[in-house]
């Protein structure tokens, strides 16, 4: 029989990741049962290698060493290497970033494990070169050493792979025997005083160091604080990380939309890829400063990533890509300076020749000293990336112009140099549609729906019909993970649910569209029939009908992406109000009471649990809106209140009109948040409720947030 290992099977992948490593002279196998029983049967070890397309430190362990003849000869012989696209699998990413974290204290990509046939690690790094040096082992010397202790130490190996798995069964799959006590709405100034100690108050942004990433939970957290309590500090430091954020290399100042993360203290070069998913959490964080403090900037900034993700993100037919690459080959003006294929940042960086090929005089100096694009440059070869280096006050005073001329300058300034630059040679983009990172999205076009411009709704219904198309299988009630050229592939995890879930309900709550809201529910049905596990009180990563790993992984902690499981119990109360006999509420109490102790120990790391414990302490701010359609002043007055937490609930004006509504629930009567709440004399009508006290109905919507405010 052919061996599958006996020859490199990644052109058969759809991944965008796992095929750039197709021609690799590595016997490139993918995560599968061929490439298992084939370590299996060889009773040879197995390399893993987890990346993503978009991946900077990928692309260069693949040219140093994957694409190296000897490095593959090694890896061929003594090993089955198999290549996993972490997007696609965040299962196995999970696991095995988990024990690289646990062993060497740090993670990241490319990770690089070596397992025993049953897939228990027993080696774990990240990248490594292909020759030592700066105190890292070369990857050649490596390999020869593992296939070495591999067959004279098999027994240390063996026992190494025991205990490593052992650990992480301790670490991701073990609830306490006992469950302890939900964490109550203290929670929320506790999360927020660690949020405040964790502060760069000199740069802005959480952490005294680089590299520097985006925390949008933690400003939520902050947020959240001070307009509970008022305290002028938390709004201080969310509102610097904020401005951080906006004014550093991070953001792209020509085309919209944020970089994965800055590599340095203060924000200024930023690792060039951009997700999806920061994309998505981004907007909502600039939403929610703009609607505490009515500063315009921030709703542009939400606005210009929304319309760079509708530009460069989006598949023709509505769902969202994944991500864009860092690296792009070099415009033909730095050509002969840099002679590379490609390079990180050429798309996105300037030099001061090439801002004055575009502009004239004094606009080209106007650009170049708002955006610190100077000789010598701030990153690699003499170019800049553009960061906010002086205020539009000190522009106009320095060039003795009016503040609103120099704003239009620069806006021109920015649009002409956005037109050049689409003439550069683009970044590749991966365009895998996955299902959780869809619902991310969904759910902050439907926020910019609320706060900004309706219209972002459309988009959010696009997305939301495609992965409902593609990926929802309405029959069996069972979710896919990811779309790709047509093909469909991989079971979908309870981030695909709880967030795809999220984003429908956002969505109902933007449009006041019933299917939305039973899509939602759908949803949220079919998690706690795959992830729910009664005895352990907590909802699993992996489906109970999926793939069997050395464990089972919760995902409790916040990382690039919020916690699945602090999402998921979120909307389980938040869905309660709709389907009060699903048993919703029991779930999520008994995942905060599992998971309490932990709450409570690191806030921080498990925010998003947090503010799902804290809002269920509380008790969530209810608007019943009984209306065929929102009124304008209506939504204008929503649009400018910051309302964390809350549940607008929309439905028609009559109980008559409500009874279909009521079928394509599966309901047999109304739930509470909408009994009994007809418009009042044929006008829209709200009804409030807070921390379990309700309002009179108000036909006054600014009556009805005063009295919540108040409340």
């Given amino acids: 029989m052919t061996d599958p290992a006996g020859r490199n099977r990644l052109s058969e992948e759809e991944s965008p990741y796992l095929r750039q490593h197709a021609d690799n002279p590595v016997h490139w196998q993918p995560w599968d049962e061929e490439a298992l029983s084939a370590a299996r049967e060889r009773d040879v070890p197995i390399f893993l290698s987890i990346g993503y397309s978009a991946c900077h430190w990928c692309h260069v362990m693949a040219d140093e060493s994957f694409a190296d003849d000897e490095v593959a000869d090694a890896l061929n012989e003594d090993f089955v ?13 999970s696991v095995y970033q988990t024990i690289c974290q646990l062993v060497t204290g740090r993670g990241g990509w490319p990770l690089s494990v070596w397992l025993t046939p049953e897939g228990k690690p027993f080696y774990v790094g ?39 798995t052992r650990a992480l069964t301790d670490q991701l799959e073990e609830t306490p025997e006992q469950p302890g006590e939900a964490p109550g709405g203290e929670i929320l100034g506790t999360a927020a005083q660690a949020a405040l100690r964790s502060a760069d108050r000199e740069h802005g942004g959480f952490g005294q160091g680089g590299p520097k990433f985006p925390q949008p939970r933690r400003i939520e957290v902050l947020l959240r604080a001070y307009q509970r309590t008022g305290r002028e500090e938390a709004l201080a430091v969310a509102v610097a990380a904020l401005d951080a954020m906006a004014d550093g290399g991070l953001y792209d100042h020509v085309g919209g939309g944020f970089h994965r993360y800055a590599t340095d203290r203060a924000w200024t070069v930023p690792h060039f890829e951009k997700m999806l998913y920061d994309n998505a959490e981004l907007p909502r964080a600039y939403l929610a400063g703009y609607q505490v403090t009515g500063d315009p900037r921030y709703a542009l900034v939400a606005q210009e990533t929304f319309t760079f993700v509708g530009r460069e993100l989006t598949h023709p037919d509505g769902g969202f890509y994944s991500t864009l690459d860092a690296q792009s080959e070099v415009p033909e003006s730095r050509a002969e300076a840099h002679p590379r294929a490609g390079e990180e940042g050429a798309f996105y960086v300037w030099t001061p020749e090439e801002v004055r090929e575009v502009l004239d005089g004094r606009d080209a100096d106007l650009f170049c000293d708002r955006y610190g694009v100077a000789a010598g440059g701030n990153f690699e070869g003499g170019t800049t990336v553009l960061t906010v280096s002086e205020s539009v006050p000190e522009l106009a005073a320095a060039y003795d112009l009016d503040e609103s001329y120099v704003r239009k300058r620069l806006m021109d300034a920015r649009a002409a140099l956005f037109e050049a630059r689409e003439e550069r040679p683009r970044p590749n983009r991966d365009e895998k549609v996955l299902a959780g990172w869809n619902g991310l999205m969904i759910s902050s076009l439907a926020a910019g729906a609320r706060a900004l411009d309706p219209d972002h709704a459309d988009a959010a219904a696009d997305a939301l019909g495609f992965v409902r198309e593609h990926l929802w299988d309405g029959a069996e009630r069972r979710l896919r993970r990811r779309f790709m050229n047509g093909e469909v592939k991989g079971d979908g995890y309870l981030e695909d649910y709880a967030f795809l879930a999220r984003g429908a309900f956002d969505l109902y709550q933007a449009t006041g569209e019933v299917d939305h809201l039973a899509f939602a529910l759908d949803l949220c049905r079919a998690a706690v029939e795959e992830f729910w596990d009664e005895d352990a009180g907590t909802l699993y990563f992996t489906p109970e009908s999926g793939e069997r790993l050395v464990t089972r992984p919760q995902e409790p902690y916040d990382q690039s992406t919020p916690s699945s499981l602090g999402v998921a119990v979120d909307l389980l109360f938040d869905l309660a109000h709709f389907a009060p006999d699903a048993g919703f509420e029991a779930i999520g109490d ?8 932990r709450i409570r120990a690191s806030p921080l790391e498990h925010v998003s649990l947090a503010l799902a414990a804290s809002e269920r302490a509380r008790g969530s701010l209810e608007l019943t809106i009984a209306a065929d359609e929102i009124p304008a002043e209506w939504r204008e007055a929503l649009a400018r209140r910051y309302l964390p937490g809350a549940i607008v609930a929309r439905r028609p004006p009559t109980d008559d009109a409500l009874s279909p509504w009521l079928d394509a629930l599966d309901l047999a009567e109304a739930p509470p948040i909408w009994a009994g709440r007809e418009a009042e004399d044929g006008d829209p009508t709200v009804y409030a409720c807070e921390a379990f006290t309700c309002s009179p109905p108000q036909t006054d919507i600014g009556a009805a947030l005063d009295w919540a405010e108040g409340n």
């Fill in 126 to 164: 990240t990248y490594f070169p292909r020759e030592s040096r700066q105190g890292m082992p070369g990857f050649l010397d490596l390999l020869e050493n593992v296939a070495h202790s591999w067959t004279e130490d098999r027994e240390e190996i063996e026992n190494r792979a025991e205990q490593w």
């Fill in 590 to 597: 008994r995942v905060l009471r599992t998971h309490g102790d």
């Fill in 81 to 93: 290497p198999v290549k996993v696209d972490r997007e696609e699998r965040p299962d196995l990413d």
